[in-house]
């Protein structure tokens, strides 16, 4: 299908849409510009009604049915108004699609938790990150007919982080160990994507609360290696991995002597900058380490 | 340290009941340690994750219940995704959290009643509602 310029104002696609509780509070940033990119590109996301949160965690115990019961919920309800279900936080897609999955697959689980949520679901929800709507629905050939202004020479590192990829025969996302999806989204606003060998490591996750030390190490590390690969910013997809790398860059600066700092900046925020969003809506001031110098010395406020 | 191997002892009570919960044969761990290599948090464990679960299968139940290693996985899946055996070593360490935790006693690693405030107001849902999961019964 030919996606040209002009058509994005004549397609009018829209998408279920389910924020999740960071999203709706201290992520304000990734959900408020995804929101106002997806205006721009001609599709709508319309919000999930009556959401909850999905558990922020894909229970790992064969026997942890409980645990699936909130993103089974969430499922069943987007059936009800549609047949996807997109996301823009990585742990959410990984709990909603994981559990998708095990529904679609497990006729036993399947019976247990439908009796259990007393709805009746069979695993027939698609469950989409917003970055596969970016490429497979909207195409970055037609974002970058859009673009307003030039991110040329900006060069961004894209830390995928986990939970987009993993496990990948279920998530069925991207390559286990090189994925691309992140880079061509990069090309498509004319970053400069910065390859660099800790882009699918784990940034501590839940360890911030488990074990701060060590998530701090885990976030130096990834931060490090972006930089010595020459990356000016971060781009991240998760309100958790950007806590860890974002908001913990105090406790690293406390540690680490002569650590220069980097912005992390969510994808959803660089897309409204090429875009052309007006840059207040982009509500970079929620971001800990300011990105809008940098954006300032590119040219680009 | 010297131990004694028997048909009953690798075939202990508490590696059965780490396989039940996790759906995991221990027994195909071969021990090649591609899962303590990628681990992004082993530099912080006391036992690499293989070793944890060769420990398991020789009966050393104290030695792993009292390490940290599965209080460190963070669950980020890597050891899943490059196990050659096909293990799903995340579900092991899981599985050994949820030992402790499913105790009557109730041992939560995290008191969540000792979160300062200022943490709280900090810290984002994500991590918090993840880290409850992980840490208290």
Excluded at chain 1, 54 to 66: N, R
Excluded at chain 1, 192 to 198: A, G, L, R, S, T
Excluded at chain 1, 238 to 249: A, E, R, S, T, V
Excluded at chain 1, 261 to 288: C, K, S, W
Aim: glycine share 6%; with cysteine.
């Amino acid at each position: 299908m030919d996606r040209d310029r002009s058509s994005l104002r004549e397609r009018h696609m829209e998408f279920l849409y389910f924020p999740g509780c960071t999203l709706n509070t201290k992520a304000q940033n990734l959900d408020e510009a995804g929101r106002g990119c997806a205006k721009v590109l001609g599709f709508e996301l319309k919000e999930l009604s009556n959401w909850t949160c999905c558990g922020a965690t894909f229970p790992l115990a064969k026997d942890d049915i409980m645990a699936l019961a909130p993103p089974a919920r969430l499922l069943a309800r987007a059936k009800e108004e549609g047949s996807t279900l997109t996301t823009l936080c990585s742990v959410c897609f990984n709990v909603i699609k994981r559990t998708n999955q095990l529904i679609k697959g497990d006729e036993e689980k399947r019976e247990k938790i439908n009796t259990f949520i007393e709805m009746n679901y069979q695993g027939d929800v698609q469950v989409l990150h917003y970055l596969e709507i970016l490429k497979r629905e909207v195409g970055f050939d037609t974002m970058k007919g859009a673009l307003k202004r030039n991110l040329q020479g900006m060069k961004v590192a894209p830390f995928y982080g986990c939970m987009l990829l993993r496990p990948f025969e279920e998530m069925e996302f991207d390559d286990k160990e090189a994925p691309k999806i992140f880079e061509e989204f990069l090309d498509a606003i004319n970053c400069e994507p910065v390859d660099f060998p800790y882009k699918i490591e784990c940034c501590g996750a839940f360890q911030s609360v488990g074990a701060p030390e060590v998530a701090v190490e885990c976030a130096y590390a990834i931060l490090n290696s972006a930089l010595r690969n020459g990356a000016e910013a971060v781009t991240t997809t998760c309100p958790l991995c950007q806590f860890n790398i974002d908001n913990m860059q105090r406790e690293i600066h406390q540690r680490y002597n002569g650590f220069p700092g980097i912005p992390i900046i969510y994808f959803t925020q660089l897309l409204g900058v090429a875009l052309g969003l007006p840059v207040e809506t982009l509500e970079f001031h929620r971001n800990d380490v300011d990105p809008r110098p940098l954006l300032k010395k590119k040219g680009l406020l | 340290m010297k131990i004694e191997i028997s048909r009953g002892k690798v075939h202990n009570a508490f590696a059965q009941k780490v396989e039940e919960i996790s759906g995991q044969n221990l027994f195909a761990c071969y021990q090649c340690g591609n899962c303590t290599a990628g681990c992004p948090v082993s530099f912080a464990m006391d036992l690499g994750p293989h070793q944890v679960i060769r420990y398991s299968l020789l009966g050393l139940e104290e030695e792993v219940l009292e390490c940290n290693t599965f209080w460190m996985c963070a669950s980020c899946l890597q050891c899943t995704s490059r196990c050659p055996k096909g293990l799903d070593i995340a579900r092991i360490m899981e599985a050994i959290r949820l030992v402790i935790l499913r105790r009557k006693e109730r041992l939560d690693r995290l008191e969540v009643a000792e979160l300062s405030d200022e943490f709280l107001e900090r810290i984002p849902q994500i991590a918090l509602i993840s880290g409850f999961r992980k840490f208290t019964s």
